[in-house]
């Protein structure tokens, strides 16, 4: 049975609700009680949206300079269009060539570059003294961007029946961090997974060693939001005692989560929002006979991209 949930107050998010799809089939084949979260029909096509609007809205300067693979800046780009502000988006050349389209036709500047000559943090750092009077905003490592991604949060702690554990994707840990967020402010205790890919584990390293440990260089995984030097720091000081644990989850398995949400749930899904049926699939001891949301975290995919996967 599907309950939908009252979405946040306008004075926190614009957002659209998530969308609920309880998927007997999906369950069936992954041996849990499967609950997707989708936020595919969110504004721009994924989860960001909440994170950007609401910093888009709540800083004073009318310039924002953020990087991005593309998610976040086509966000902050919507966000910018609709509060009449400016947006440049740095991006890798390897971005999705559907998210460099989106940036610009939201009316930002897509500053694209070649992370093997320019990490992004240096081109950002280079942008925001050509524009001093600029707000530079971190995709994931801003109080901000959590408050936002709580809203997602609220919603799931008042989804009934209630979960045994929430999936989500993690890569700089911003939509992990500001579920938690979002639950414990709702009195809500349900243990929060992140879903990590195996080839860029930072957060899972992080997790063990009681500190961040960084990637030494872009992880060059197909689940591309997740291509995170290390997690933030705001976002660590809620996680390394607020998530639950954290499965390193293979492209292969990230892969056939994409497949399955194909099939049995309708869902066209990029490898990144596709994580938490793929750390089911990596870990089904874990979460066998339970009832688990899966948070789909986005759908923007190139069609070539997205064709390969659906047939490898």
């Not at 440049?88 to 559907?98: L, R, W």
């Not at 897509?110 to 925001?128: E, P």
């Amino acid at each position: 049975m599907r309950r939908m949930s009252k979405s946040m107050p306008q004075i926190q998010t614009l957002a659209r609700p998530t969308t609920w799809l309880e998927m007997p089939r999906l369950s069936e084949q992954l041996g849990a009680h499967v609950t997707l979260a989708a936020e595919t029909f969110q504004y721009t096509g994924s989860f960001k949206f909440r994170a950007a609007y609401h910093l888009a809205r709540n800083v004073p300067q009318t310039k924002i300079i953020a990087a991005s693979s593309g998610n976040y800046g086509q966000a902050l780009a919507y966000a910018c269009q609709l509060l009449d502000k400016q947006a440049i988006i740095v991006m890798p050349q390897t971005s999705a060539q559907v998210k460099i389209d989106a940036v610009r036709a939201y009316g930002a500047r897509a500053d694209l570059i070649d992370v093997h000559t320019v990490s992004r943090a240096a081109r950002v750092a280079q942008l925001a003294a050509e524009h001093p009077d600029a707000y530079v905003a971190s995709a994931y490592d801003d109080p901000l961007v959590i408050a936002g991604n709580a809203s997602l949060g609220a919603e799931l702690a008042r989804y009934t029946p209630a979960f045994d554990f929430i999936l989500a994707p993690i890569g700089g840990g911003g939509l992990s961090a500001g579920i938690i967020q979002g639950l414990r402010a709702q009195g809500n205790q349900t243990p929060v997974v992140g879903a990590e890919p195996l080839l860029g584990n930072d957060a899972a390293r992080s997790l063990r060693a009681g500190e961040i440990v960084a990637n030494e260089r872009e992880p060059q995984t197909i689940a591309d939001g997740a291509r995170t030097l290390s997690i933030g720091k705001h976002n660590w000081a809620i996680l390394r005692d607020g998530i639950h644990s954290i499965v390193e989850t293979p492209d292969e398995q990230i892969a056939q989560g994409v497949r399955l949400l194909f099939t049995y749930a309708n869902l066209k899904v990029e490898p990144t929002g596709a994580l938490a049926i793929g750390a089911l699939l990596t870990q089904p001891e874990t979460f066998r006979r339970k009832r688990v949301c899966c948070v789909i975290s986005g759908g923007n995919v190139d069609a070539r991209v997205y064709a390969e996967i659906l047939t490898g």
